[in-house]
């Protein structure tokens, strides 16, 4: 088989798809991750160490290496979009299909189809967002070389950005900005930012020019155009979202803003007045993709801030959105990633937003009132015990006891409603009877004999460790992987 020319092989004899479906359930995945995991760390280290030339060659090395491209392949077809096709229609759903995939992924004479442009709604709006669909080869592809820049990008990122980064989450974020706003000596001032449309703004001129990767094979991830409604459009700006590899380019293209902020306003160079003054500032940056809050110690400074981060992303294509940019004083406290910061006499609570509150309500209320009219009670408890875990297990670190008791009583609402519609001519004591029972020390659960709906009240509070953000995942493998087990072990203790 000639696995280097065509992406889009011929069907092939039974034989061979036979002895290609045994090659892939075969696979060693232990050995073959951790093979491209050492492929990365040498990357990572080449980059610290200053030796581009180096991280070049390794890069090279695993986007061309066995390991690296059935890594990719499995990575494409286990996530949440492997039952979704591009503009081919085409979906890698067997073994041989996939080891077929594996043999074929090259990048000689490589050339990206266009995406599968569809639209879909946003949070909290009205407004939809465009989403691009690669097909499966193309997404192999950048998955392959996502793997060789991702090291690059964690080592030259900034230490404050935690959206779409290995071993970090929202909630890092979250408590770095406790630990920033937390003391009585700590900034007042925070600028709200949000960038508009980041993914599809940003300076392809800019990132052929600064990003460390194959050049053509880049510029065939960005100029692959996109398909809709039938009409071939092409793409002269952004990354799209949808792509394997759009939120490190959207990552890297932030990265930086950390240290401009930091030699304009932490940096004495010259011990002259002006400089001094913004040496004692108390500015500090958090980011999350392309959300971020800065803080200032005066509303000047904080406007200040606005115009510097405007000018900083002019460049790269991009600019703050008006609408949804704002500076607050931190007594009227502000939302991010569906917590809302504030302080209370001096002390700092973070809790969930009003909006996050209003989305899972919205969401218990459609599941109990319109999804689940004719369905059977131990159905609607699998799927609101869904929701209600996600959700809570999202805010458990937060100061949420009073805001989890309130769901459980709307919920129990709900519930009620739930059973009077079913059964209209029965009273409530018997509605009551029928669906609510008692398990153990637990007196009226609403439950069956297989499962139970998950009772707020008994979740705990649980803070949410600090991460040490100077460390690196291909570096520092095992703090992240020890990071993970205490993560793990405070999350099962919170569930009580």
Not at 334 to 352: A, C, H, M, N, S
Not at 358 to 383: F, G, H, P, T
């Amino acid at each position: 088989m000639n696995s280097s020319k065509s992406t889009t092989g011929k069907t092939e004899k039974l034989k061979d798809t036979k002895a290609l479906a045994l090659q892939w359930d075969s696979m060693n995945w232990c050995e073959i991750e951790n093979a491209v995991n050492r492929l990365q760390s040498r990357i990572a280290k080449a980059t610290t160490g200053g030796e581009r030339n180096r991280a070049k060659r390794l890069q090279y090395l695993l986007t061309h290496s066995f390991s690296a491209k059935a890594y990719a392949v499995r990575k494409v077809t286990t996530n949440q979009g492997k039952k979704t096709s591009g503009v081919d229609k085409k979906l890698w759903s067997t073994s041989a299909s996939k080891m077929k995939a594996v043999l074929q992924l090259t990048d000689k004479q490589y050339q990206a189809k266009p995406l599968r442009r569809v639209y879909i709604e946003k949070k909290n709006s009205k407004k939809k967002r465009p989403l691009g669909i690669p097909t499966m080869y193309d997404r192999a592809m950048q998955t392959l070389y996502a793997l060789a820049l991702e090291p690059i990008a964690e080592t030259t990122a900034d230490t404050v950005s935690f959206g779409f980064r290995k071993g970090r989450s929202a909630k890092d974020a979250g408590e770095q900005i406790f630990c920033v706003l937390a003391r009585k000596c700590s900034p007042q001032w925070i600028v709200e930012g949000d960038i508009k449309g980041c993914f599809d703004n940003i300076n392809h001129e800019w990132l052929i020019a600064n990003i460390p990767m194959d050049k053509r094979i880049m510029r065939q991830f960005l100029k692959a155009g996109f398909i809709y409604q039938g009409n071939l459009f092409s793409t002269q700006t952004g990354s799209p979202q949808g792509g394997a590899i759009s939120s490190i380019y959207a990552n890297m293209a932030l990265d930086g803003l950390e240290k401009l902020i930091q030699d304009k306003y932490h940096r004495n160079s010259r011990g002259n007045i002006e400089n001094h003054y913004r040496a004692k500032t108390k500015v500090n940056l958090v980011r999350y993709a392309d959300d971020f809050i800065i803080t200032a110690n005066s509303k000047e400074i904080a406007e200040e801030l606005k115009l510097l981060v405007s000018h900083f992303l002019q460049s790269r294509g991009l600019q703050l959105s008006e609408e949804k940019t704002a500076i607050t004083h931190i007594n009227n406290g502000f939302d991010f990633l569906g917590w809302t910061f504030r302080k209370y006499k001096e002390k700092l609570i973070v809790k969930p937003s009003k909006d996050s509150v209003k989305q899972v309500v919205r969401k218990l209320s459609d599941i109990v009132l319109k999804e689940s009219k004719a369905s059977a009670q131990e159905d609607m408890i699998r799927r609101l015990n869904l929701v209600l875990r996600g959700w809570t297990n999202y805010h458990q670190h937060t100061v949420a006891s009073k805001t989890f008791s309130n769901i459980n009583n709307t919920l129990y609402v709900l519930l009620q409603r739930w059973a009077k519609h079913r059964h209209p001519n029965k009273t409530s004591w018997w509605r009551l009877n029928k669906y609510w029972h008692g398990r153990g020390n637990k007196p009226w659960l609403f439950s069956t004999d297989k499962n139970e709906l998950l009772n707020l009240r008994t979740i705990h509070i649980t803070r949410h460790p600090n991460l040490q953000i100077s460390k690196n995942p291909f570096l520092d493998q095992r703090y992240f992987k020890d990071r993970k087990q205490k993560i793990q072990r405070i999350n099962a203790a919170g569930k009580g």
